[in-house]
């Protein structure tokens, strides 16, 4: 490090100004605290380098929670994007969820406006090249020009950059996505400070002229007729538009050959790429080797903006050669004649392994160290998003001396995303999943804000005038339950001519209207013509009422499990226990409790490779613990 001058003293710094840096920064400084917000370019801060869409399966969740806690995301997509869409509506609730398709540079431009527009946050363009420690604390960072910006608590958001290479083919180019420059010198620094670092990849299809496409030969994926907004700020006439189409073709055999006849021309399978990439967003290669009894496979072309005619081809993303890459998508239903705008690649990177922070997103071996999104070992705007937010939350409630905000898995998918990668062993980019929820009925898109808002106003990110509104919400959903609750209906001509319309089955005698609510063709607002003391009430409210009192049963019995589950949580494990001490514990489970160190038996029996004999052991250690 060469002479450094100190150019500047704040609270927070944010490395980072991807999904998870705007996250990070805006919720510490919305919490009071001076913060800088650094990128190597500012004019990709919330840059999509892959798929122009936000949400989607157990995403869109992520998205509502987000938003529940005052974050930004779901108020950004809310006015960018070209379409929305509730997916998987032919299930139950619990995986019903929003996905919409982002105008990505739109996106950028709000997020920045948004950032330059926030009380005590700075943007600042430049690499960070170092971190300083004083006795395992940080107290500043360092640019690649030598300026010190001193700091009570820094936040890693360093995303696909560090140390990054693009491959297709034998194109090796040392950068970071879409051209522009990698980090080159913080990998370094954090082995340093004793930080392991990993390789990870990822990869990216090409983009495409539309001049060049013939949807003709595609099928037209249109969006919802009734927009639903991502944030529970927003209601849908506030954010309605006309909206864009994607469109649906297919991979054929002739594709698949192209493939496997080129497959040694892969850096992904000549071995030149080192990275571990993401099982659940596979590569067109990865596809056609892994599943080879398939003859065909769904693509989705997707608009990438209003203002521009590139367009996103979804699922061929792949790191073959580009004379290869051309014929393969030219074999495509309505993609004869394409040309590119960008070629697609995959991308190497360094990140770490979770399990060297704590629930909190802060470094175990290093105090006030935070770090967040892909940089951890996941993959996805909405993951790197969520983690965003709560290493913000606690970089500032670090600096406050208040309690870090952590979820458990029974209140968020913030709770199990994060639980997941700091507990479990993960060996690739880490995607989220509504299976990965065992509590996932509780834990629906719809009702995020009932599950998280009052983090959200307890941190002080959201504000008094939102939490009254979502108050007046919550007392009017409950005042509306208890009265379906007292109403009986009996076998009287209008209810039973109703229900027969309905295709339900005719009263024989006196019902509550819960129960009829709770018959699968039934619905709360189906009953409105009977109900006449009815209040008028929101769209959202309804909804809250008719879920709540159509799967109450399901809810109370998973209620149940989430009481099991909080008591093995209540169990704490105190932080300097000495595991070699814990009599009849396998070496297997005490080195994995060793690189862990579990909070509470809950987690400790969630480590893989634990088993329920090593919990019993603990737990019969503890019992006689005298610390
Ligand atoms: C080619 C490609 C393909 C992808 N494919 C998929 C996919 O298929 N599915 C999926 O879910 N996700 C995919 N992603 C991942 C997705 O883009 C990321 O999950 C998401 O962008 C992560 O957000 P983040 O905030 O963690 O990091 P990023 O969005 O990567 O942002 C990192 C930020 O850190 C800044 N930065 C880095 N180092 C420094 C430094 N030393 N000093 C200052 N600033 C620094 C950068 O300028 C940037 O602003 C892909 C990403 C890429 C690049």
Redo the contacts with the bound molecule.
């Keep these: 490090m060469g002479n450094l001058y100190i150019a500047d003293e704040v609270d927070v710094c944010v490395?980072?100004?991807?999904?998870?840096?705007?996250e990070a920064a805006l919720a510490a400084a919305r919490m009071g605290l001076k913060t800088i917000l650094?990128?190597?370019?500012l004019d990709?801060?919330?840059?999509?380098?892959?798929?122009p869409h936000i949400g989607g399966s157990s995403k869109g969740h992520l998205v509502r929670e987000i938003d529940a806690l005052g974050g930004e995301m779901g108020k950004n997509i809310d006015k960018t994007y070209l379409q929305i869409k509730m997916l998987n509506t032919g299930k139950g609730p619990a995986v019903y969820s929003l996905r919409a398709q982002a105008d990505k540079a739109k996106y950028h431009t709000e997020m920045k406006k948004v950032l330059e527009n926030t009380e005590n946050l700075l943007i600042r363009q430049?690499?960070?090249?170092d971190i300083i420690t004083e006795d395992n604390k940080v107290t500043g960072v360092v640019?690649e020009s030598n300026a010190l910006y001193r700091c009570k608590a820094a936040v890693i958001?360093?995303?696909?950059?560090?140390q990054a290479r693009?491959l297709y083919g034998d194109t090796i180019i040392e950068s970071?996505?879409?051209g522009?420059r990698?980090?080159e010198?913080?990998s370094a620094c954090l082995e340093r400070l004793g930080i392991k670092l990993f390789r990870y990849k990822?990869?990216?299809p090409a983009r495409v002229d539309a001049k060049s496409v013939d949807i003709s030969k595609m099928k037209a994926q249109p969006g919802d007729e009734r927009v639903i907004p991502f944030s529970f700020e927003n209601i849908d006439k506030d954010i309605s538009k006309p909206q864009y189409d994607c469109y649906l073709t297919y991979t054929n055999e002739e594709t698949h050959n192209i493939i496997k006849a080129n497959l040694d021309r892969s850096p992904l399978y000549s071995g030149v790429i080192e990275g571990t990439g993401?099982r659940y967003?596979p590569s067109i290669e990865d596809k056609v080797v892994r599943f080879a009894d398939k003859t065909q496979h769904q693509i989705f072309v997707e608009p990438e903006g209003e203002d521009t005619n590139e367009m996103y081809i979804q699922g061929m993303?792949s790191s073959l050669p580009e004379d290869v890459q051309l014929a393969m998508y030219r074999t495509i239903p309505g993609l004869e004649n394409v040309r590119f705008t960008r070629t697609a690649?995959?991308?190497e990177?360094d990140c770490i392994d979770a399990n060297q922070l704590k629930l909190s997103l802060e470094f175990k071996n290093i105090h006030g160290l935070f770090s967040?999104?892909?940089?951890?070992g996941?993959?996805?705007?909405e993951?790197?998003?969520a983690?965003?937010i709560i290493s913000g939350i606690n970089a500032a409630a670090y600096i406050k001396g208040i309690e870090p905000l952590i979820l458990d898995r029974s209140e968020g998918y913030i709770g199990v995303l994060i639980d997941d990668i700091i507990t479990k062993e993960s060996r690739e980019?880490y995607?989220m999943m509504t299976s990965r929820a065992e509590y996932r009925l509780l834990l629906r898109q719809d009702n995020a804000d009932l599950r998280l808002t009052e983090y959200g106003y307890k941190y002080g990110l959201i504000s008094q005038e939102r939490y009254d509104r979502f108050l007046a919400k919550k007392a009017a959903i409950e005042n509306e339950i208890k009265r379906v609750s007292k109403i009986n209906f009996g076998p009287a001509d209008e209810v039973n001519s109703l229900l027969e319309g309905l295709g339900s089955s005719p009263l024989s005698t006196g019902v509550n209207m819960g129960d009829i609510i709770k018959r699968p063709e039934i619905t709360y607002d189906m009953l409105a013509p009977i109900d006449t003391e009815r209040p008028d009430l929101s769209d959202e409210v309804r909804e809250q009422v008719n879920i709540q009192i159509k799967y109450e049963g399901y809810i109370a019995r998973q209620m149940k499990q989430v009481e099991a589950f909080k008591k093995l949580e209540a169990k704490k494990i105190p932080e300097d226990i000495d595991y070699d001490n814990v009599m009849g514990l396998r070496l297997e489970a005490t080195q994995k409790f060793k690189s862990v160190r579990p909070v509470n038996i809950g987690q400790a029996s969630r480590i893989s490779g634990v088993s329920p004999a090593d919990v019993n052991m603990l737990l019969v250690y503890l019992n006689g613990y005298r610390g």
């Design positions: 490395i980072g100004a991807g999904h998870a840096g705007c650094f990128a190597l370019n990709s801060i919330a840059m999509m380098p892959c798929n430049g690499e960070i090249a640019s958001c360093s995303g696909t950059y560090l693009c970071g996505p879409n522009l990698r980090s010198k913080l990822t990869g990216t993401p967003c993303s690649y995959a991308i990177y967040a999104g892909q940089f951890n996941t993959s996805g705007y993951e790197a998003a983690q965003g980019p995607r």
